[in-house]
Each structure stands twice: as C-alpha cells, then as structure tokens.
C-alpha cells in the first residue's frame, strides 16, 4: 500500500535572485565588448558581485552542460545520455566588462507537467527572473525542441536560442537557415557546436546583448488553441490584465491557472505575481526596432 | 558448534514466525493495526457518505440500506443513525434519513479525500485500478485537511476522479450529476463514456478487466434483455446489462470524434514501418500520459518503428526525429492509422 | 471579494466548463506551431531521418542474438581492465604511503617525544587507514570511472536500459534502473544520486534500495582477493586465474539477480504497484573525446575519494587501533568482542573477526580485508606477521594471506559466506547518508540499510547450514 511517504521530493534550493546594483540600458553601444573570445574571462564557481543571471535552459541531452562548461571553464561531467544532469549547477563569467552569473537548468522536455525538474526550471525562469535565458537545442530534432521553446517564450520576454549540435546537423546533411527562425521566434539564434567550442562568441555577444538590452526581444507567442479553450483563455487574460497591467505574461498565467497550478495559485494571492509586473517594466519600455541576426 | 539440521529447523522457523507477525498486509500486526483504526470515526463517516449517495442519485436512504452498506447489524445502524442525529449532521424523516447542511459539508470533506486519492492513485502511481477504490477508502479517514489540500495541489488540483466522478471543491461545491445511464443508449449511438461506478468491487474489477475507461468513445450495437453489445477501441465488447447498468455515458455529436472503428496501436506496427498518431487512449493518465505529449506524440505525428530491444519489449521508434523507447503496454494506448 | 479572488474563482468555474482535454489540447497546439516554424526554416535530406552508422550499430547492440552477449562482453572487460590494471599502481601507492611515509611519520612523531598512543593513533590508526583506502580504492577506480564514461559519451548505456527494461518490468521496476545499477558497481553512492532520473517516486526508491547490491569498488578487492585464496586454490594453478574471474564476475552477476529479486518483492509488498511511465530517449551515438574524459574523470574522482578518505576511513582508523589497544581485563576490546560474537559468526558461517570488521568498517568497505588481516592475527596471537596490535597491513603474497587466514581457522566455507556478506551487508556511511538527503526520509534509509544486512546475515546462515549438513 503507498502511503504519503512517497510522496518525496528533491529539494531544489532556488535561492531568490539577489539584488542587483543596477540595471542599465545600453542603447548606442558605445562600450559594446570586441565580440571575441579574448574578451572572456571564466570565473569558474567565483559568483561573486555579478550584474546579470543567465538561465540556460534546454531538452535533455542537447549539451547544455558542454555549453555550461564552454562559458564558464568549468569542467562539469558531461554524458550522453538523457537526464545526466542531475544537479543544477552554477558557475560565472565575465564578458564586456559585466559579470555574468549563470545557472545550468535541469534538462526538461516540457515546462507544463508538473514534474520535479520541470518545476525547478519553470520556477527559475519565471521568480527566479534571469536577465537572459539561454535555451540550448538540438538542431537535429528541432522541431520536438521548439516545444519547450515556444513554452519559455511564453513566461520570458529575454531569451537567445543557442541552436547546439550544429555539427552532427551538417553531418546528417540537415540545414537550417538560422536568420529566418530568429525573425520567426523574435529572439537571437546563434548556431553553436558546443563540443568545439564553435559559436560560442556570438553566444557570448547576443547573451550581453540582451542582457544589457541593446537587443531588444520579441518573442513569438502562442495563439492558435481550440476554440472552446481560447475563449477561457481570453476572457481570463483580461481580467488578470485589469489587476497586474504590467504583467508580461499574462495569457501565460491565465493557462496555467486553468490548469490548476497551485505554485500560480500561491503566487497569485501572496502578491508575488505583482512583483513580477514591477520587475519587468524595464522590459515593457518602448521598444526598439527589431534586431535580426 | 551446533548441529546443522536442528540449526536449520529453528533458523526456518524463526523466519516463518517473523514473517507471519511482520509480513506487510497480511501479516499479524498489518491486521491488528488495521482492526484498531478509529472504527467509530470510520463508521460515521461511512455512513454519511452512504447517504450522500442516495440523496445524489435520489435513492430513498433508511436504517436498513445503511446497515447493508455498512455491513452492520440494523441495531448498530439505528443506534448511529441516533448518533449522527445527536451530532446534528442528519435529520430523520417519515421516509428515512436527509443530511443537514452540516451532514453534506462532512460527506463532501471525506468524498473529496477519496476521490483525490484515488486520482493521486491514477495520475502519479501505478497501483493497478481494481486497488484504487479500496485504497482510497483506508485514506479518506486518514488524511488531514492540511495534508489534503497538500495532496490536491500537487496533482494540480484536479476537477475530475478517473471514474469520472466530480471531485467537490475544497468548500463542498460540486456540479450536478451529468449524462444518462448507458441502458438509455439506442442501436447506432455514440457515446462517450463519463462515469464508471466503483462499487460494488467485484463489478468494478470486471469491467476493468474488459478494458473499460473514462473518456472511451463506444457506439451501440446490440442491446437486449440479455446482453449489451458495443464497438470501442476497435473491438466488440459484451456485457450483462446489469454491468452496463454501471457505466454513464454522455452521446457524442461532433461528427469528427464518432471514431469506435477498429484501429491500429502503435504497438501493431512492424519495424520500418511508419504510422500517424490519431489519438492516446484516456486510460493512458497522469505522468504517462503527459510524458507522450511532451515528447511529440500528439495526434497527427509521425512515428516510424526503429528496432526492438533484444528481450522483445520496449520497441524504440522515432518521433520527430528523436529515437524514443515505449513499452508494449503503452504502445498499446496510441492508436495510429498505418 | 477582492479581485484576486475573482481572478481565482472565474479560473475555478471556467475548469468546470472546460473539461479535463486543455493539457492535450495545449501541447497538440504548441506542436502545429512548432511543425509550421521547422517547415520553414529547415532543410532535411529526403527520407534519411537517422544516420545509417547509428541505424546499423544500434541493429547489432540491440539484436536478440548479440545484445546481451556484447553486453556481457563489454563489462567484462571494463572490469577486467579495472582488476588487472590496478595492481600495479595499487602497489606503487600503498609503497609510497604505508612502506615509505608510515614509518617517516613514525619516526617524526618519534622524534617530537609524543606519547605512544598518540602516535598509535594518529600514524597507525588514521593515517594507515587513509592510506589503505587511497591506495586501494584510488587505481580501480582511475581506470574504472574513465572507461565507463568513455561508454556513457559513446551513448551505450541507455541501450543497455533498453535491452535490460523486460527484466525490470517484470520485476515491477523502472527501465532506467539499469542504469543506476551500472553507476553503483563505481560506487553506490553514485548509484543511488543516479536514481534522479526515474521520476516515479515508487520506482526511484525501488533504485535506490537496491543499489547495494552492485557491488561497488570498495568491495571489488575483497571479493578478488577471496576468491583467490579459497576459489582458486581448489584448482590447479594454470586455471586459478579464470577460476577466481568466475567467482567474482559470479557474484557481480548474483548481485544482480538480487537487485530484481528484491525489487520484485518490494513491488509486491511495501512499494506495491506495477511498472509504470517508461519512456527513454536513445541518443545518436557520439565519438567520446577522449582526452578531456580522462582529465574530467581523473581530475574530479581523485579529489572524491581524497575527500572521502579524510573525512570517513581517518575516524574508522582511529576507532581500529584504539579497540584492539585498550585493554578491559586481560584482552583488548577487539579480542573481548571477538570471543563474545564469535559463536554467532560461526552459526553464520563467518566468525567474530569478520562482524567486528563489517562493524569498523561502515564508513568504507575498502578497509575491511586489511581490518580483517590485523584482527586475524590478534586474535589468533601470530607472531611474526604485521606491526602489532592496532596496525593494519595488507600482504603481498596471495600465499602468506592463505596462511594467516588459516591460522585464524578459516575455512572454505567461511571465504564463500565473507563473499556473499561483502555482496549483502549495509552500504557504506557514504551510501546511507546519501538515501537520507536524497530521500529526506528516516524511514526509507532505515529499511535500505537494514534490508540488505538482515538478507546476508539469513542467506549466510542457511548457505553455512546447508553446506555444514550436505558437504561436511
């Protein structure tokens, strides 16, 4: 007979995010870093005084932990098999005169089914407010890791698409043509081959972009569900709308709440969903002209 | 140093002896703790929830079906029935007993444990269904409050217990009943179906042994005073009508969900040939069911099988340009037109 | 009502009229999406959607006739690599560390006029017994982590879940505890950390509960060196060498046979349920990189056990030396525990010399075939062998370990029962603590450290009756 002991869970200790000393714009670029990798510093687990967050997200197995250690010299086991890692893990650099922290995400393959990785990524992504999140995918199966991208687009507004295993693409003759899916997303795509440490300069560049908001996102937005469906959906968003006018996500909170989600739920009634909207007006600005890669 | 055979019979027996007082269910102290629990607090709850029932499906409730439901003698009913009166969570009419406000407030508390129970039971593990009930029935005068809303949300607090039945709001709202019993279907219908009552146990147990779920899409063909014959999931089913009398459907109108003809599982397919993925069966919940989605299997994907592992079972095919293993057993709940 | 709770409350109402199908709707929906961008912006070559190197491979690896021969084949030879190829460093270390730097130290603390049980527990106690657990422990698994990696880089070890998932089904387990038991012949702590990618809480205690069968690395030299003296000696010398082999590789693979037996039973008891979600992606296969492997796995392992040897075998060293140092009549504490355990290690096939080992040694396995020689010779008061009381000591000679054991009245059967008590018995202070945060549950640790040990004490008291009634 299952009792509730069962019932445990890996405790991810998702400290909130610290303050940051401040937030600037950079607009006309003026110290805009060499984009190369000469410019890099790898701090390893040095975390200290950092001014932005980077979440790297991702599908299992798509090398997220290469890309990990690529950006922060650390050498974290890396396997080929889905799931190896186990740990989040965190590590830092510092790019363009700005030190980055950065946080290595559970591999999921979906942000909406409530399991303990999910959780753990979902969380970071929406409370934890990374400046940037960083989703890695396999170019090869593309299709099956846009799932999970189009779900991150739907809580985060910063986010550049790191299109990982170029390599193994080429070698099995597939090509993709990454300037027409950054227009399509709205979000950088910078082709890496993590393994060889190819792309991760132009990584580097669009995460210090976007972080530093000289390039400005707009992220590609669900909107076809069933009809029966959307009509919750919208009547649900306007409300949400009238409370929290600053919220970035709204219609993703609306869906979520239809589903039940009691972290939503929670969130919701002790007003942290309010500190969201406050957070984020720095990206609600007017925005700029669409920057494509 | 001891002699060999005796230290073998005594060791034997020690064993036999440990195993009969510790052994997990069945053995001595299983029992006892099991006869020991709050059988008064049981007892009460039991009842309302009997007669919660009755008043649900307008079934006239008395002394006498709260002893049969009960298993007690009609003078410990009546003598509960007294209790519960003098707790003031039932009135006692000309005609039999009625809940008052308090009463249902109470039943819809212990029903909303059980049915969440058994939905946790369904979505997060996999005690087969026949055990679900009867889990579900210890853990209802169990749980907390607290642990009860905990439990709730982890699942996402769902509306719906797998046999279809509402789960009550937290402050004892629930919807009124929905659909027609399935005898009220004609030749040629189609429905799906939205109920399947879990008691008794025994007809419960055989109406899952035929492959029945909640949320199967079944078409009438025959029924007579003898038998009730239907077409789902690609089969042909018979039933006694007084099992059938144990399933509530709701009729399907959409044109485009009226699908009962045979179809092909992903499990049918040969190796190196290709499928789409037409729908997952319901009886496919929870976990499983979310992991299938999130990997890409949805209707209208294409799905090739690759290779089978060397024991024969999973098989692994290729969905989306990603190699994935399933099990026969799940392979068998995605229906797939070759 | 505030407007949160209208917010809430026209949520709730909607649920109702929206049925059970938004999930599925959801994801068919996020899925067209998807499909409509990849149309646009990818090109793939017409019907090849899997490399044909990968297709042909994974035929072959997975093939009902070659798949479990290969492997079988291929942990062999892991851990053939790992037992042949550690002895030489294994020597060299424990050269360097008891032969060259103990006696240093020795005379160091000589010098410095400190008492002699200060020295005896310092030099004798904690340093000898971090030396034995570095010099032991550190080559096996410098060879065995490398080249198990180099296999998980390749991609092989998810097939291996793969062909092995039948036998864990029937077992009412998880597919990919195959792959957790793999890590925990390493080390089970390892194993039971591993354990993280099942996602059902049921099958994920099932892993980590028997994790303590895959024999890990600290008992690897335990198993070989019995073998050698007891299985190997009963044939002549040419065929000693695979005879040993088989024994060994015999209780990996009984251990492994124990992993399904208990996972079926607990399935049908505690952690009653059936097999449930199973979906495992097979990656593409992918060229290990060699190089940076080695460094990664060499590098980080080193530091583990470094690490471990410090923090667990420095305490069980001090604790060796002091029991059989301090006298409580007579006899030391160890001789007094001995003679008093003694008639209940023999009723187990074993003796008192062994369970006060297996005692010692919880916080690391590796020193319980040198805790078992020091006692040995304690107890049975051999002259001319080791450095006195308190001292632990390997010896070279398969030969000279012959003589000491049977000097202490060690028997054929006694060898099997240590064999099988290294296979069953509670897993390392490492292990339990690791079930307890990865559980957070006192219970659960409690029954995966009990189990084990209450099996090896049934099944080695059976196997010493049975073989006392048929053999003797």
Request: some cysteine; charged content about 20%; hydrophobic content about 45%.
């Amino acid at each position: 007979m299952p009792t509730r002991s069962i019932l445990f869970f890996l405790t991810a200790e998702l400290s909130d995010k610290e303050k940051k000393m401040s937030n600037t714009i950079n607009s006309n670029c003026e110290d805009c870093p060499v984009h190369n990798l000469g410019n890099l510093t790898k701090l390893g687990i040095n975390m200290s005084q950092f001014d932005f967050v980077v979440a790297l997200a991702g599908n299992p197995n798509t090398g997220k932990s290469t890309v990990f250690n690529a950006l922060t010299g650390l050498r974290q086991h890396t396997g080929n098999w889905p799931g190896k890692t186990v740990t989040r893990a965190e590590g830092g650099f510092e790019f363009g005169n700005k030190r980055f922290k950065i946080v290595d995400l559970p591999g999921t393959y979906s942000l909406l089914s409530n399991s303990t990785d999910e959780e753990v990524a979902r969380d970071f992504i929406l409370f934890g407010q990374p400046d940037v999140t960083v989703i890695v995918v396999d170019a090869t199966r593309l299709e099956r890791n846009l799932n999970l991208v189009l779900q991150v687009l739907e809580i985060t507004d910063r986010a550049v698409l790191c299109l990982n295993l170029m390599d193994e693409a080429k070698r099995n003759g597939i090509a993709i043509d990454d300037r027409q899916l950054a227009k399509q997303l709205g979000i950088p795509v910078v082709p890496t081959s993590a393994r060889q440490d190819d792309g991760i300069p132009e990584l580097l560049k669009y995460i210090y972009e976007v972080a530093t908001g000289s390039y400005v996102c707009r992220p590609y937005r669900l909107e076809k569900t069933s009809p029966l469906l959307e009509k919750a959906i919208s009547q649900l968003t306007n409300k949400i709308k009238n409370e929290f006018p600053e919220l970035p996500n709204a219609r993703w909170i609306a869906l979520r709440l239809l589903e039940g989600d009691q972290k939503i739920i929670d969130s919701l009634k002790n007003g942290e969903l309010k500190n969201l909207s406050r957070n984020n007006t720095i990206v609600s600005m007017p925005k700029q002209e669409l920057v494509t890669a | 140093m001891t002699d060999p055979l005796q230290a073998l019979l005594i060791g034997g027996s020690i064993l036999l002896v440990v195993a009969v007082i510790f052994f997990p269910k069945y053995g001595l102290i299983a029992r006892w703790s099991r006869a020991k629990r709050g059988i008064k607090r049981v007892q009460i709850e039991d009842a309302l929830k009997h007669i919660y029932d009755c008043e649900y499906n307008n079934i006239p409730c008395t002394v006498q079906s709260i002893a049969g439901a009960l298993v007690i003698s009609s003078d410990d009913a009546a003598e509960l029935v007294a209790r519960l009166s003098s707790m003031g969570l039932l009135l006692t009419l000309d005609n039999g007993v009625k809940l008052t406000a308090d009463g249902n407030s109470y039943a819809l508390r212990v029903i909303r444990v059980h049915r969440l129970w058994e939905r946790y039971l369904a979505d997060e593990t996999s005690v087969p269904q026949t055990e679900w009930h009867s889990s579900a029935e210890l853990q209802e005068h169990k749980l907390t409050p607290a642990q009860t809303e905990a439990l709730a949300a982890q699942i996402g607090n769902p509306h719906f217990d797998p046999h279809g039945d509402p789960i009550p709001t937290p402050t004892g709202e629930i919807p009124p009943k929905k659909g027609r019993s399935f005898l009220s279907m004609n030749q040629g219908d189609f429905g799906v179906i939205t109920h399947i009552e879990d008691e008794p146990e025994a007809v419960f147990a055989q109406l899952s042994a035929e492959g029945l779920y909640v949320g199967m899409h079944i078409m009438l063909i025959e029924r007579s005073n003898e038998r009730v014959r239907f077409a789902a999931d690609g089969d042909e089913i018979v039933l006694a009508p007084v099992l059938a009398n144990n399933i509530t459907v709701e009729m399907l109108e959409n044109e485009k969900e009226k699908i009962v003809s045979p179809m092909d599982t992903l499990a049918s397919i040969n190796i190196g040939e290709e499928a789409t993925v037409l729908n997952i069966s319901k009886a496919c919940r929870g976990q499983q069911r979310r992991r299938l989605l999130d990997l890409g299997i949805v209707p209208g994907t294409k799905v090739r099988a690759e290779m089978r592992s060397a024991s024969g079972d999973p098989t692994a095919y290729n969905v989306r340009g990603a190699l994935v293993a399933l099990r026969k057993q799940h392979a068998q709940m995605i229906f797939v037109q070759k | 009502m505030t407007n949160k709770e209208s917010i809430l409350s026209t949520a709730n109402a909607l649920r109702w009229e929206i049925g059970e199908n938004i999930h599925d709707s959801l994801v068919e929906s996020i899925y067209k999406e998807a499909q409509s961008i990849t149309s646009n912006v990818v090109k793939t070559p017409a019907e090849k959607a899997r490399f044909n190197f990968d297709v042909t491979l994974d035929r072959i690896l997975t093939s009902r006739w070659l798949g479990f021969p290969l492997m079988f084949l291929m942990l062999a030879v892991v851990f053939w690599l790992t037992v042949e190829g550690a002895n030489v460093p294994s020597a060299m270390i424990a050269a360097v560390l008891v032969d060259t730097v103990h006696p240093w130290l020795r005379e160091i603390f000589a010098a410095l006029n400190s008492p002699w049980w200060l020295t005896g527990i310092m030099v004798d106690g904690v340093w000898l017994a971090m030396a034995w657990v570095v010099s032991v422990m550190l080559p096996p698994m410098a060879i065995f982590f490398p080249l198990f990696t180099l296999l998980e880089d390749f991609g092989y070890l998810p097939r291996v879940a793969f062909n092995m998932d039948a036998l864990f089904k029937k077992a009412g387990a998880h597919g990919k505890q195959a792959l957790s038991l793999t890590m925990g012949f390493g080390c089970n702590a390892a194993g039971v950390v591993a354990t993280r990618i099942i996602d059902s809480p049921r099958e994920r205690l099932i892993a980590i509960i028997t994790n303590n069968f895959s024999l890990c690395n600290g008992r690897w030299p335990t198993q070989i060196l019995i073998a050698s003296v007891f299985f190997g000696a009963l044939v002549p010398a040419h065929l000693a060498g695979i005879v040993t082999a088989g024994a060994v590789v015999g209780v990996a693979v009984l251990g492994i046979a124990f992993t399904l037996i208990v996972s079926w039973g607990l399935s049908k008891t505690i952690l009653k349920g059936e097999a449930s979600a199973f979906s495992l992606e097979l990656p593409p296969y992918r060229p290990p990189r060699i190089l940076q492997t080695l460094y990664t796995s060499l590098i980080d392992r080193t530091l583990i056990v470094l690490w471990r040897a410090i923090v667990f075998a420095a305490p069980a060293g001090a604790v060796i030396w002091l029991v059989s140092n301090i006298h409580i009549g007579d006899l030391s504490i160890a001789e007094q525990f001995i003679n008093w355990s003694n008639p209940f290690g023999i009723l187990l096939g074993l003796n008192g010399v062994i369970l006060l080992a297996y005692i010692i040694a919880i916080p690391a396995n590796e020193i319980v075939i040198p805790t078992v020689l020091m006692l040995t010779v304690l107890s049975a008061k051999l002259s001319g062998v080791g450095d006195g009381a308190g001292v632990m000591f390997e010896l070279d000679e398969t030969n000279a370990v012959a003589n000491v054991l049977q000097a202490g009245g060690w028997t054929f059967l006694t060898g099997l029962n240590l064999m099988l008590f290294s296979l069953l018995h509670n897993p390392c202070s490492t292990t339990i603590y690791t079930i307890y945060k990865e559980t957070k549950s006192v219970k659960w640790t409690t029954i995966a450290s009990i189990l084990p040990v209450v099996m090896g004490i049934v099944i080695c008291f059976f196997v010493a009756q049975l073989y006392r009634l048929i053999i003797q």
